[in-house]
């Protein structure tokens, strides 16, 4: 089994930032691809941001580019989304996945079965 535990939500007031970590234990294959998601009430869940086992591949949906940047320290187990210049629309719960695949222009990433609890993000207006 994985496990992954999200933290560092909250809430932040529109422009400001919050860097999200995800912390990777259990029965792992060593850094595997990771992403993170979101989930505004009433939609549903779409991806955020994807990156490859060594962070040499990320890969951003359209919407965060320029203003989220994913990264991981695999010698913490931990994949991190820093998120700047927020705004009301970013407000969701996040969570960070064991991706099967880290998607493609015009192909979202695939993700699996392993998701963490979340982390509720409020960008006030």
């Known amino acids: 089994q994985v496990q992954l535990e999200e933290s560092g939500g909250g809430l932040v007031e529109t422009g400001g930032s919050l860097s999200l970590s995800c912390i990777i234990s259990?029965?792992?294959?060593?850094?595997?691809?990771m992403g993170w998601f979101r989930q505004i009430p009433g939609k549903e869940r779409e991806f955020v941001a994807t990156?490859?086992?060594?962070?040499?591949?990320?890969y951003y949906a359209d919407f965060v580019k320029g203003r989220f940047t994913i990264s991981r320290d695999n010698t913490k187990n931990t994949v991190y989304l820093q998120m700047n210049s927020l705004q009301p629309e970013d407000t969701a719960v996040y969570y960070c996945?064991?991706?099967?695949?880290?998607?493609?222009?015009?192909?979202?990433?695939?993700?699996?079965?392993?998701w963490g609890q979340g982390t509720q993000v409020t960008v006030s207006s």
């Open positions: 259990g029965r792992i294959e060593r850094s595997p691809a």
């Open positions: 996945n064991k991706v099967l695949t880290l998607g493609v222009p015009g192909i979202p990433p695939a993700p699996s079965d392993y």
């Open positions: 990156i490859n086992w060594n962070g040499g591949n990320t």
